[in-house]
Structures are given as C-alpha cells and as structure tokens.
C-alpha cells in the first residue's frame, strides 16, 4: 500500500521483532535505507522479514538479486519456515547457475553488461512490478560495474530518485567488500543500518546491530544484540538505566525486631540492599526475626 503525501516518510515496520522499537516505528516509507555487514552477517534475513510484512499488508514486494539465485532464496526462506509465494524475484545471474532451459526468470551475464544496461533492466522490472517495497541485493555488483567512485555515487543516486518517484520503501543491501570503505552511500541514504557478526577468542557468537543514521528521527543508538534463529532475525534494544526508572513506597519495610527497626529510623529501606555483620548472638536475634543472615565462609 502505497503512502499518501500526508503520510510521507511516516514509519512503517520492519517485520523484525525488536527493530521497530530502535528504529522509533519502524523504516522511514518512500525513503532509500541502506544496510552494510559482512558477508553472513544477516542482510538477507532481514530483507525477507520486511518484504513478507509487506505480503501480509497486501502489498507488491520486489526482491532484485544480483548476488543469489531464486533457488538460494527459497531455501532461506524454508529453513526458516517462510513462503515466498507473491513475492517478485527478479534475478540478474549467470545462467550456468541455472541449467534449466525452462527457467522463466531472466538470466544475462552481469559481467558483460554495461553498467547501463543492468540498470536500465532492474528499472524496468520496477516499472512492471510497482512495489511499494524494495530490497535490492547487493550494491557490490553495481560497484564493481561503475569502476570508479564518482560513477557509482552517480548510479547510486540516480536509483535513489528513481524509487522516491515511485514511492518505494527501499532497502539497499551492501556487503562491504570492497578493499576500502566506501562512504559514498551514506550521504545519499536516508538510513544506514550496519550489523556485526564478532567471533571473540572465548565464549559463543555474537551478533549486534547499530543504527548509524535516521534522519528526522530520535533513533535508539548504540549497539544492540541480536540472533538468527528458525522465524529469522530477533533484535534486543540494549536498556537504557533511566527509561527503567521505578517509583518506590516510601513507607519502609519492618525487620520484625522493634528495637531494630527504631535503630534503622523506622525499618529497612525497600529497594536498597542491607548487609549484616555480627557474631553468633545477632545471628540468633536475626533468627527469630525470621531474617536469614549470610552464610559463613568456608575456611
């Protein structure tokens, strides 16, 4: 469902539990976001999880790969127990990835395509198509194809304002192999969403998430983890001390021993911890208070 004029740039959502809440509801419609990890990273799964939420709101998803096949697709999605049916897949691969001569998608030699040409063939699949969402995967190949910096910024943003007049929501998705870093992308991009896959020296995978940039929009920084699990990519907003705040009774909380209790200016404090040091006799009396004191440690 395509937004109207009002609804310009108004949030919709990710299809990623967790994300729409750092992302402060979800990706910014009609906008290009851009999201760069490594290789196995999760660019992918996260793709998909926004394209099938389009699905379930009735809406026209487009799926353009110059990196995988339909077939690598479909599997990712039956691992993880999704259908793909009504989605567009539009796949630009070498056709001995495909032997079947009935293959009904379009397959040409990215190679020895002019980078002209492989744009104008994904423009074109857009024009029949009109999605109102976008993955595009991956940005590596329209690199390479450019063979320069200032061509790809140009082809970049040529696609740019080519989905913004059609009013699609777009993810871009780039694998960062390039030797260097490549920031062109990220002034041209209204988003840039960058997930991590860390393998430390000790201890299990980890896997996180950082939102680097959301215009017009009081995002949640920092780093967030996430897993990869059967159903697809799950995000835990990393907590924020002051947002947890909670309000406590300022009544206190009676020991059971009165003269304690005068002692401590009326009981113990809720909310606050209390630590007692003493012989055995206050043992006994802590006892009877039906208090448990710490254990002694062993010798």
């Known amino acids: 469902m395509h937004a109207?004029?009002?609804?310009?740039?108004?949030?919709?959502?990710?299809?990623?539990?967790?994300?729409?809440?750092?992302?402060?509801?979800?990706y910014a419609?009609?906008?290009?976001?851009?999201?760069?990890?490594?290789p196995g990273s999760g660019k992918t799964t996260l793709g998909l999880q926004f394209l099938l939420d389009g699905l379930r709101q009735?809406?026209?998803?487009?799926?353009?790969?110059?990196?995988?096949?339909?077939?690598e697709l479909l599997s990712v999605?039956?691992?993880?127990?999704?259908?793909?049916?009504?989605?567009?897949?539009?796949?630009l691969v070498p056709p001995e990835l495909s032997l079947?001569?009935?293959?009904?998608?379009?397959?040409?030699?990215?190679?020895?395509?002019?980078l002209g040409e492989t744009v104008n063939l994904?423009?074109?699949?857009v024009e029949r198509?009109?999605?109102?969402?976008?993955?595009?995967?991956?940005?590596?190949?329209?690199?390479?194809?450019?063979?320069?910096?200032?061509?790809?910024?140009?082809?970049?943003?040529?696609?740019?304002?080519?989905?913004?007049?059609?009013?699609?929501?777009?993810?871009?998705?780039?694998?960062?192999?390039?030797?260097?870093?490549?920031?062109?992308?990220?002034?041209?991009?209204?988003?840039?969403?960058?997930?991590?896959?860390?393998a430390p020296a000790y201890g299990a995978e980890r896997r996180r998430i950082r939102v680097i940039k959301m215009r017009g929009v009081h995002f949640r920084g920092g780093y967030h983890d996430f897993v990869i699990r059967r159903g697809g990519v799950q995000v835990f907003p990393r907590l924020v001390a002051a947002e947890h705040h909670r309000t406590f009774r300022e009544q206190p909380f009676t020991s059971g021993v009165a003269e304690l209790d005068t002692l401590l200016g009326g009981g113990l404090d809720r909310g606050a911890s209390t630590l007692f040091i003493g012989t055995v006799?206050?043992?006994?009396?802590?006892s009877r208070a039906r208090i448990r004191p710490p254990r002694p440690h062993p010798r």
């Open 4 to 26: 109207t004029a009002g609804e310009d740039a108004a949030p919709i959502a990710t299809g990623v539990p967790g994300l729409d809440e750092i992302l402060a509801g979800g």
């Open 29 to 38: 419609s009609n906008r290009v976001h851009l999201v760069e990890g490594r």
């Open 58 to 71: 009735s809406e026209r998803c487009l799926y353009i790969t110059l990196s995988e096949s339909k077939r």
């Open 77 to 91: 999605a039956g691992r993880h127990g999704w259908s793909l049916d009504g989605l567009e897949i539009y796949e």
């Open 100 to 114: 079947d001569p009935k293959q009904q998608q379009s397959l040409v030699y990215s190679s020895d395509l002019e």
């Open 122 to 125: 994904v423009l074109a699949e």
């Open 129 to 198: 198509v009109k999605p109102s969402r976008v993955v595009f995967d991956s940005l590596s190949e329209i690199r390479l194809l450019s063979q320069g910096s200032l061509r790809y910024r140009r082809q970049v943003l040529a696609l740019k304002h080519f989905f913004l007049l059609h009013n699609a929501t777009v993810l871009l998705l780039d694998d960062l192999t390039a030797h260097e870093d490549d920031l062109n992308l990220h002034s041209l991009s209204h988003a840039i969403i960058h997930l991590e896959q860390l």
């Open 281 to 286: 006799r206050l043992r006994q009396v802590l």
